[in-house]
């Protein structure tokens, strides 16, 4: 209050004030400095808190001693949610991620809030876990969200629901799109088109860490230690002043428009097939690459840093698959010239038996 030209400060404003400026040093055990600064109560502390939660200052993320807080306006944050029937991935974005958000641009913002949601709203339903914790990053140019679940990790997920004797065959499918452990009412469109959507994209799970890398045109897999850490961990990285937008990229892959859309065109990094006890492309490996992609109808096979194909591999794509599903296009890209020329062979092969034995 003001009483003529002094200004009073309350002990009570003094407490709160002492809160926000702290806050942002101690989220997780800013009840306990605050009580042994003022000389007050836990209890007393919450009661501040509870206004400054009231008054829209701060959020509070996770319960008794997992609690942390936040100031609304903080861009840095660690935000931490029990997975329950009641949680919603839309009501967490509008009060814990929709102010600092505000300030992006359009197609950038729409790009993240779609990541966010799609990802966030995947740890709910497919986790299996009991918690998640979203973290948010923010640097001079550019910003990461990340969602960690404490779940049964994606990979292994995927190996149970389709019989797969090694869960790096897991990876496969995940980057094809339209698969879901969840069919009914699902697309499996979300994740394809959120690693697509941003600059970097990373998934960390069950020992192994695939990144799709959109500024390099570049994916990989490898192996990375777990440590005592279960779950699955996906990052997001996007630069504010990134050109692509959502509508580039759901065109690009040519959604179809009906309740649950599908995608219609997907590209698969051979080298992703390849387990490291083999040598060479082979007719095996075609398999796990065709694997349910008679549900496109484009599929583009990126052979970058595929030195060699076996002959079994080119017949099995580009003849047998072409001759039962005709209405796909199979176009091959980044062929160093000697799996080009296996490629070119194949197909004139196949060319020559159709004018010989035609179709009836």
């Known amino acids: 209050m003001v009483l003529g030209e002094f200004k009073v400060t309350t002990r009570a404003q003094e407490i709160r004030s002492f809160i926000l400026e702290g806050i942002v040093k101690h989220p997780k055990s800013i009840v306990a400095v605050t009580a042994e600064a003022f000389g007050v109560t836990r209890m007393t502390?919450?009661?501040?808190?509870?206004?400054?939660?009231?008054d829209k200052?701060?959020?509070?993320?996770?319960?008794?001693?997992?609690?942390?807080?936040?100031?609304?306006?903080?861009?840095?944050?660690?935000?931490?949610?029990?997975?329950?029937?009641?949680?919603?991935?839309?009501q967490v974005w509008e009060e814990y991620m929709k102010d600092s958000f505000s300030r992006l641009g359009d197609s950038?913002?729409?790009?993240?809030?779609?990541?966010?949601?799609e990802i966030f709203n995947n740890a709910l339903l497919h986790s299996?876990?009991?918690?998640?914790?979203?973290?948010?990053?923010?640097?001079?140019?550019?910003?990461?969200?990340?969602?960690?679940d404490d779940g049964k990790g994606i990979f292994q997920t995927i190996q149970k629901a389709l019989g797969l004797q090694d869960i790096r065959e897991s990876v496969l499918p995940l980057t094809k799109g339209n698969f879901t452990s969840l069919p009914k009412g699902h697309s499996g469109r979300g994740l394809f088109l959120v690693?697509?959507?941003f600059d970097v994209f990373g998934l960390f799970s069950d020992g192994l860490f695939y990144c799709k890398d959109n500024l390099g045109d570049d994916w990989y897999l490898e192996k990375r230690k777990t440590g005592k850490s279960k779950g699955t961990r996906v990052s997001m990285a996007i630069r504010f002043d990134c050109e692509r937008t959502l509508a580039d990229v759901t065109g690009r892959y040519s959604l179809k428009t009906s309740k649950h859309p599908a995608i219609?065109?997907?590209e698969i990094l051979i080298q992703l097939s390849l387990m490291e006890d083999e040598p060479y492309v082979s007719k095996l490996q075609a398999k796990r690459v065709l694997e349910g992609v008679e549900k496109f109808n484009r599929v583009v096979l990126d052979f970058q840093n595929i030195p060699t194909v076996g002959q079994a591999f080119v017949e099995e794509v580009?003849?047998?698959?072409?001759a039962l599903h005709p209405d796909v296009v199979v176009d091959p890209v980044h062929a160093n010239p000697d799996v080009q020329f296996m490629i070119d062979k194949s197909l004139s092969t196949e060319t020559a038996k159709a004018s010989i034995f035609p179709q009836s």
């Open 108 to 117: 950038v913002l729409e790009i993240c809030r779609y990541g966010f949601e």
């Open 318 to 322: 580009f003849g047998e698959f072409r």
């Open 128 to 148: 299996g876990g009991k918690g998640v914790v979203v973290k948010t990053v923010w640097k001079k140019d550019s910003l990461e969200i990340s969602v960690i």
């Open 45 to 54: 502390v919450h009661r501040h808190l509870n206004r400054l939660l009231r």
């Open 195 to 197: 690693s697509r959507a």
């Open 57 to 90: 200052k701060i959020v509070k993320t996770g319960t008794t001693k997992g609690a942390s807080y936040f100031l609304k306006t903080s861009l840095d944050k660690t935000l931490i949610f029990q997975i329950q029937p009641e949680t919603q991935t839309g």
């Open 264 to 266: 219609e065109q997907t």
